[in-house]
């Protein structure tokens, strides 16, 4: 009889400690299918900036659109284009090493104290004052890998650039600005920068059989 | 510019005969692979984390005592017995000749450190901490390992990736002993002994200083053997024994 | 099922065993953000490092060093490959300084209190000036200047010059600390030699190595230039050298030696008198040096020394054929080589060992030749010429801190005598006695407590210097010390501009004699010897423009020339002293006890640091402890276990460490790692292990006046109590293989994989 108690509690208790394995692991599955690989994002996150930088004045070309949507005019009437500004005008380390950067708020100063500089523009007011006071501007990040991936933007920017290879959308890469769409879209003509691809491994990897890249882990994660 | 890149084949010889025991290897793979700090109690419960360590063997009874120290850090297994048993795929065989721990795939099971017959593979059983103002010396080419993830020797891949981007893909030049020790690419452990007892290159390369190493001491007579070599693990580190001016008189004497 | 994310967070918040199984699966928000710095200098970019050529300061063998650099942090430190002190590698020492320099327990700025029962209060640097001046000016107006009293490590370079211009200017004294005072060595070297500086020891090239008592792979004057070395005297050549280790202490050098010699503590000194017995009567050596040496009387001089004699064999325990196959074996090497050091210059008869160790390098006559002893040259720039054999830039003995008067404003720079001078010194006294204390140290250790001002000092990497390597390599080298990063804590001081600052303030002649402007600091003498070198228009940097040469001995850590080697100066008479030593020791236990400097942690210095802390010890593998070499049949005898804790007594004081079972420490001796035991030095080294130093008698070198170390006689016993005791070893778990049936033996050269398939 005791016996069969013991079995009886053994088998129960297996049951038990089975059953809550099994629901810590839903658990975990559940979690990690929410909330990674990214905080931010994957589509559509652009989160509120310490300085709304527009992008489009700077590196796009296209016709300035107020917010009604109406294009927005000089003094003369005449429709405002952006400046065209290269990429790597300001994310000057795209092309030498790891990671991009962003620009020091120095360099933002060497045209700010010119241009506009008087105005009673709001965004660059924030911006000589961050200069005046020294104090770094904290950018909410907008693509972000974890920490586990190693990518490295000279290689990429390298290949593309290189004479014979072509981007996915078949055009040959003459400068390093050319590339940077592939990944990061048209972001001079977004009035708010957000996340356009995936980025997510199997888009990576994708990319890297299509070209012939290796694809072998240690290739990003080390 | 070249971007096929020739197919290394990493690899390290490790002469004994030159080894002091001075730990600069030890401490320079801490700085840097980002290892968590190793407290006491990591010690005493015996998971302190050194990718590569020195061990010491002792020989004989005082007076004529003799104390050995080798090396030891992942051999880098053509035939891994840890690879295997990884139910996950974290654990694998790269092209390069590296045997290879992929944090992200690692769901901590263990397994590739118990049937790892050198002892080189460690378990990160907590979250590595640091004080605030040290971390400012961790190295931003690697990543660090969190909880519950198993950490080994990657013969500093970071510098090796940086190497071949570097001299193979900037400069379209091939990777030689010599330009990996110019460009700072040598794994941190190799570049810190100061005796050069540890030589790290590349097997594909026959010009290299280990292909010629292996070729001098693979002979009868010869000084290279490879560690626990009986269990057929092929490693791709090999090491060179130390030389026993008091045995080789022995065997005189005999002869 | 419709769960949003949000209701998941709160779900999985409500049990407490979420939040452990999920802690560590967010996003710290720092990773959600990126910093746009204010500005950014051409050479600091985002993600790209970069290599700057420096000099390591955490050892007195001061490498030169490249330390990588990535967005204004340092990262890494490896050798400078064009330095010739060390070639490229550097020690376990040296790569931990990056610790040093983010130490979280590093001092940020200048503290004082009023009375040294306070708490430190931080104030400003102007108000911790107005009070170090204000001090000196009270000296100054009552005519007490002599009762200044200045305190630093040993010094090079430019601040060795500046240090002494400002004591001497003031009036005051400047004593120069080593722990385990090597002023026996120095002096010897000077006498032997007849040299002011120390010489190289061409461990290299050399054929035949004899090292008494000198760790010189671990910890003795030169480890990291000796182990460069030390690798191509093993395997470099097509001749294999030979090293052999005379050592009471189964010491890291003992370890690797080809044979050692287990001599009796502080008889060193004999065996190497009853070396040159052999070879002068065997007529090995250089007739002219033994004629030298013994005034013309040939070997008959040293007959006591006779290599069979019974006082020999009974003094060294070493028998008469032993010695003399090794003396002839010496003799007879194309490269002899005798170094001698440590233990064997700390006993109460050091200063005898180490001449007649010296001498036998006379006697084979290897001086100024390939793999033997190298002398130094002056360096190229007078001011920085500093006499460390037999001058000025001598370091104080333990003698000389004994006799010390008492001062009334003592400023302590960069050492730490409350924790290396054993307590018979009474320095503790002198400070408590002191009206006022200022240290310069980065951390609170144990003299920086007894303070009532510290301005911490900026860490080297931060900072300008400069340095005439010591020993050099045997030609003229000067390091050039450069910041490779910005100041962490913008409170931190320069020590040599604090001193021109006083110096200035005081009305010192010290700009003058130092040929600095008005407004100029530190940093403009280092420029000054920059410029200097640039003049003479030789060595290893040359440019006809001064910012490009500039440049170049920036880029390469500093400049030397490889043709500037030294002449064999006039030597006076090398008459060897033939009396018998006096071998004597203090206490009366039954174990001599050999103390030894850390392989990590140097002489405590290092203590701080949690990599070398964890640095496993090369021969026990213990960490993070201090621990008592025992001889394994001994303690078996004493049924004493690994990890049991023993009680060390020794007339000066007793002390309780975990002992460890070592089958190579002779059963007569104890040994102890020095370094530990501080009870304050940030989080890192404070109450871990004991302080061995504090074991040391008043016992002193008779011919130099240096603490006898080495001549101490200890008890232990068992105090019941067993700890685990903290070691690599056995880490890693090891256990018999039972006897397998062999399935296939491989040749070796199958180590190609694809014949296995």
Redesign the interface.
Known sequence: MLKKLIILFTVLGGLAAGGLVTL?LV??V???W???PF??GPFGGSPEQPIEYPHTIHAGSGVLLLSDGSPKLDGDGNELHGLGLDCTFCH??VD?????????????IYCHKVINSDEDLPEVALLIK??EN????????IH?L?????F?H??HI??FT?PG?TMPSGEQAIVAANVCAVCHGDVGNMEEVKQVRSLKMGDCVDCHRDNGAPT????C?? | MATETINHKWGMVIDIDRCTGCQACVVACQAENNIPLNTEDRFRQRRAIEWIRVERYWEGEFPNIKARFIPILCQHCENAPCEPVCPVYATYHNNQGMNVQVYNRCVGTRYCANNCSYQVRFFNFWEPVWPESLKNQLNPDVTVRSRGIMEKCTFNIQRLRKAERVIEGQRGERITDENLKEGNFLPACVQACPTDTLIFGDWNDPSSKISNLKEKHFVDGGRGYKLLGDLGTQPNVIYLKKVDINAEHKVDAHA | MGITRRQFLKWSGVSAMGAVVFNGCTTPEQELQVESPVNMPEDLVNGIDNWYATICRQEPEACGIIVRVVEGRAKKIEGNPDYPINRGKHSVRSEAGVQALYHPDRLSGPIYRDSRNDEFREISLEEAHNLVLNKLNVLNSEGQNDRALLITQPLRGHLAAIASEFSSGFGGRHMAFEALDKVALRKSLGRVFGQSRLPKFDIEHSTYLISFGADFLSSWVSPTNHSRAYGEFRQGHAQRGVHVQVDPRFSMSAANADEWLPVKPGSEGILAMSMIYVIIKDGLGDVAAADNLTGGQGHQALEIFSNNSAGVIEATGIDGARIEKIAHDFANSHHPLAIGGGSAGASANGSFNLDAIYSLNVLVNNLNKEGGVIFNPSPPISVLDNDSVSGAGMPSSYQDWKNISQPRVVMIRGANPIHGLPSSAGFSNILDNSEFIISYSSFMDETAEKADLIIPESNYLEDWGDDVPEPGPGYQVIGIQQPVVGRFHQGTVNFGDELIYYSRFLGLALDANLGLTEGSGFKELVEGSIRELWSKNSGSVRSSDFDAFRQGVLQRGGWWDVESGAKIEEMSSNLLDTSWPDVSFVGTGEYNLIPFLSNSLGDGNLAHLPWLQAAPDPLTSVVWNTWVEINSKKAEELDIIQGDILTVESPAGSLEAPAYIHPGVPPWVISMPIGQGHVSFGRYAENVGVNTISLLSEVEDKGSGSLAWAANKVSISKTGRHIDISKFEGNVPAFEVDEQRIIKIAPPESHDHKEHH
Do not use: I, M
Request: charged letters at 30%; glycine letters at 4%; hydrophobic letters at 35%.
């Open positions: 810590l658990l975990f559940a979690r990690a929410w909330s990674t905080e931010v000057r380390n030498k090493g790891e990671s991009a950067g962003v620009p020091p708020v120095e360099q933002c961050a200069w020294k104090s770094p501007v904290v950018w909410e990040r972000r974890p920490d586990h991936v190693r490295v000279e290689a390298r290949y290189e290879n072998d882990c240690t290739t994660h080390y």
